[in-house]
């Protein structure tokens, strides 16, 4: 059996779904080929039949891809897979993912019996199969399906033309050991096992996620699925930095290799959160923001003399500069272009010279300008001069123990200052009614996050802003020393890209089932 595993994201499919994580078309664009360029052998970009605007970034995606394999999620009927061949159809490397609960639980979904199910999977892998020569199919809840259940069905799918069986552990349920215990038995006994791959899909409810698929890849499975920072609802999905490291980190007790760019691991960690909105936690392995940090003085003492004491893997194999301070005030523009690729950052001209007046003016209020700092900064730095109809000029916020707090602000609007004074339940209320009295919308806040992107109290916020009108969702994010200052800009960002999509689409971009809708 070979050592190569397969590494099979689904950031954008079951990452994308949990709740509050959803990324417009234009996100979803950026991390597909972030994605593709990292080396991720299959990426699950959608659910297409979902709605108009999953159809749209899984075909875009599709269209796009240089070397992955596009996959497109569809339940256990004609339409759905119908539909999910015509999105993914135009990429170089189609696969179809098809699915139903197999569990006894999750059998009452559509309410078949099991014969009726075994009929249904031969149908649908087979209508799978005749579009498409890249077909996987997965029983959902298979931890918690009865393994002569599960052991017929799985012949039935690889009778139809199924090449790749993915073994769901839909709610976190399993454990390390009989999660190699199951991939071990099903490839022993279902005849035709040993023509496909065996995929492990594992969710983190009881924090065993990552152990559960290396677990599962000792035991024969040659693909793992997974999201980026382990997104995904709940408890979220397997972590990729975090197998893919292990492997890596541990390749003498776990003998296994992927194509995986690892030193490009920070930057899409960083991206997806931004997008995403779900912030990582600071103690995250791998990609948390001190899981290279060493503070105590007995551990700084043991870096200086040996990283090795207490680093098992080097900041740069995840693309982590070996230093995280950065320069100061007059650190010149080529210097901080460098700087900003050491961090996978690779800005055009006009951005680079928006970051770099911004990162004076920084360097003029903080003491010290880290990494984090910088990546924050690009943040918002991305807007197209085209979609900036709406500008932050001046802002001045009163505020203090006694409510209501007001704001004062000015707005360029397509060009015009026009200024406007309101008041709200505190300074970011204030603020937000202020830009409402001077630019009338319908769009509905849907996320208001801050952080601080370093320590100490001159430290900047991060603000990310998403808003949502009509089904369409727009996310704005800015950085500044003065939080309120950073949630103007964040609010007026989000806006402007609301503007602009809309005029794009034209039209709605409504999610309209969820994939747990049946089978
Ligand atoms: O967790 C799960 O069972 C899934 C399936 C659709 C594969 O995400
Ligand atoms: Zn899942």
Request: proline residues 3%; aromatic residues 4%.
């Amino acid at each position: 059996m070979s050592d190569r595993v397969l590494i099979f994201d689904t950031t954008l499919r079951d990452g994308e779904q949990s709740p509050g994580a959803t990324m417009s078309h234009d996100e979803k664009l950026e991390i597909a080929s972030l994605l593709d360029e990292m080396g991720v052998d299959i990426i699950e970009a959608g659910f297409p039949i979902a709605s108009e605007g999953d159809f749209a970034a899984v075909n875009e995606i599709a269209k796009a891809a240089k070397s992955a394999t596009i996959c497109g999620l569809a339940r256990a009927n004609y339409e759905d897979i119908d539909r999910c061949w015509d999105a993914i159809k135009c990429a170089k490397s189609p696969r179809i993912h098809t699915f139903i609960g197999t569990s006894p639980l999750h059998r009452q979904i559509p309410n078949l019996t099991m014969d009726e199910m075994a009929e249904r999977i031969h149908d649908t892998v087979t209508r799978a199969r005749n579009l498409c020569d890249n077909v996987q199919w997965s029983p959902m809840d298979a931890t918690r399906t009865e393994w002569d259940y599960l052991c017929r069905v799985i012949e039935i799918a690889i009778k139809a033309g199924a090449t790749t069986i993915n073994i769901p552990d839909t709610v976190g349920y399993t454990a390390p050991r009989e999660s190699a215990n199951l991939i071990r038995g099903l490839i022993e006994r279902v005849p035709g096992a040993d023509e496909v791959v065996f995929a492990t899909h594992c969710h983190n409810d009881l924090g065993m996620a990552t152990a559960n698929s290396l677990a599962a890849v000792e035991a024969g499975a040659r693909q793992i699925e997974c999201t980026i920072n382990g997104l995904g609802e709940r408890a979220g999905n397997t972590a990729l930095e975090e197998v893919v490291m292990a492997m890596k980190t541990r390749h003498d007790i776990l003998p296994f290799d992927t194509e995986i760019d690892t030193s490009k691991i920070m930057h899409i960690s960083r991206r997806v959160a931004a997008v995403s909105g779900f912030a990582v936690q600071p103690n995250k392995a791998v990609v948390g923001r001190n899981a290279f940090a060493h503070e105590s003085g007995i551990h700084q003492d043991g870096m200086l003399k040996n990283p090795q004491n207490f680093e098992i893997m080097r900041p740069e194999d995840v693309g982590l500069s070996a230093t995280s301070l950065v320069m100061g005030k007059h650190s010149g523009r080529a210097a901080l272009r460098s700087k900003l690729a050491d961090l996978g950052f690779d800005l055009g001209d006009n951005q680079l010279k928006d970051v770099f007046v911004r990162f004076k003016e920084l360097a003029d209020r903080k003491k010290e300008v880290f990494d984090d700092d910088l990546v924050a900064l690009t943040r918002d730095s991305g807007a197209d001069p085209a979609e900036e109809h709406l500008k932050v000029k001046f802002l001045r916020v009163v505020c203090g123990t006694q409510a209501p707090q007001s704001a004062d602000i000015t707005l360029t609007i397509d060009g015009v200052d026009q200024q406007a004074t309101a008041q709200g339940d505190g300074p970011v209320d204030a603020t937000f009614n202020a830009v409402k009295e001077l630019y009338p919308h319908k769009a509905k806040l849907q996320l208001y996050q801050v952080h601080a992107v370093t320590e100490g109290t001159d430290a900047q916020a991060t603000v990310t802003v998403r808003m949502e009108e009509d089904g369409i969702l727009a996310t704005g994010e800015s950085a500044d020393t003065d939080t309120v200052v950073a949630s103007a800009k964040a609010y007026v960002a989000a806006l402007n890209r609301l503007r602009t999509r809309r005029e794009k689409l034209g039209g709605k971009e409504v999610r309209e089932v969820s994939y747990k809708d049946a089978g």
